[in-house]
């Protein structure tokens, strides 16, 4: 169900998304602890996967992108010649 005041083809508001891709940072922090920090999983915390915590999160991003106007292509393409420029130097 949409979030009050909210366009009906829309699930999340942007904050909203912002907060679950927060949670789903969140998750993958947690599995990345587990795995390779000091932090050894309990007995009680199922193990998870990189995989599906990368996924949940790309997920999101598109969402809020999309939400937004954003074109995740030409974002990408700035970002990787913004690095690209400072690599040179």
Known sequence: MP???LP???YWSPLSQFARLAEEV???GRELNFRYGDKPRAAKDEGGSLTDELG???FIVLLLANDLGIDLAASLTA???KYEQR???
């Open 26 to 28: 969140g998750e993958l």
């Open 87 to 89: 690599n040179e130097r």
């Open 8 to 10: 009906s083809d829309r």
């Open 3 to 5: 979030e009050p005041g």
């Open 56 to 58: 949940d999160i790309f």
């Open 79 to 81: 970002t990787l010649s």
